[in-house]
T-cell receptor, first 112, second 114 residues
Framework: QQPVQSPQAVILREGEDAVINCSSS?????VHWYRQKHGEAPVFLMI???GGEQKGHEKISASFNEKKQQSSLYLTASQLSYSGTYFC?????????????WGAGTKLIIKP | DGGITQSPKYLFRKEGQNVTLSCEQN?????MYWYRQDPGQGLRLIYY???????QKGDIAEGYSVSREKKESFPLTVTSAQKNPTAFYLC?????????????FGPGTRLTVL
């Protein structure tokens, strides 16, 4: 049930672009994206809702393919501050409630 | 400033002891969550609460207990029944329960069993 994130890790030079993918085998209600720096709390980046609605930071872009149950996070012109581990959380409807399950994370290293 | 506080930041426990991790929020959020994070792993849900005096087990609740007597507080007790408690524990809250609501996380408590 845990969503699969790819790649597991990526190393970039400052200014390069990256795409992080999140894939689920179950029908999704929404996808959450968070970034965590080592030893710190995860920080909210974006939520994408089934049907196209989304909310999050203006400088972050992401997509949600409902048919494939996949989401991608796009990091363009990367900065040193983008370094960290990116987690996707996939949200499902379970009865009258929702269930949020987190991926194992993608570690992003930005080099100057 | 509004936010979530967790204490202590580091906690050492001897085997067989119960310990309680504190989580307080002043965001006026209804829902609160406890997660466990192991090295190189994602977040796993221990317990969550959508309203005062009510809480539900998450995926790995065995060996843990919680209470929600006040809206702003959601303490987690790690009991001696938890066989491998060494981990990073994160508390989070959201305006309402799950369903298109972002979660706000505290700074975490790193628990080490000696």
């Amino acid at each position: 049930q845990q969503p699969v994130q790819s790649p597991q890790a990526v190393i970039l030079r400052e200014g390069e672009d990256a795409v992080i993918n999140c894939s689920s085998s179950k029908a999704l209600y929404s996808v959450h994206w968070y970034r965590q720096k080592h030893g710190e709390a995860p920080v909210f980046l974006m939520i994408l809702l089934k049907g196209g609605e989304q909310k999050g930071h203006e400088k972050i872009s992401a997509s949600f393919n409902e048919k494939k149950q996949q989401s991608s996070l796009y990091l363009t012109a990367s900065q040193l501050s983008y370094s960290g581990t990116y987690f996707c959380g996939t949200e499902y409807v379970r009865g009258s409630n929702y269930q949020l399950i987190w991926g194992a994370g993608t570690k992003l290293i930005i080099k100057p | 400033d509004g936010g979530i506080t967790q204490s202590p930041k580091y906690l050492f426990r001897k085997e067989g002891q119960n310990v309680t991790l504190s989580c307080e929020q002043n965001l006026n959020h209804d829902a609160m969550y406890w997660y466990r994070q192991d090295p190189g792993q994602g977040l796993r849900l221990i317990y969550y609460s959508q309203i005062v005096n009510d809480f539900q087990k998450g995926d790995i609740a065995e060996g843990y207990s919680v209470s929600r007597e006040k809206k702003e507080s959601f303490p987690l007790t790690v009991t001696s029944a938890q066989k491998n408690p060494t981990a990073f524990y994160l508390c989070a809250s959201s305006d309402r329960g799950l369903g298109y609501n972002e979660q706000f996380f505290g700074p975490g408590t790193r628990l080490t069993v000696l």
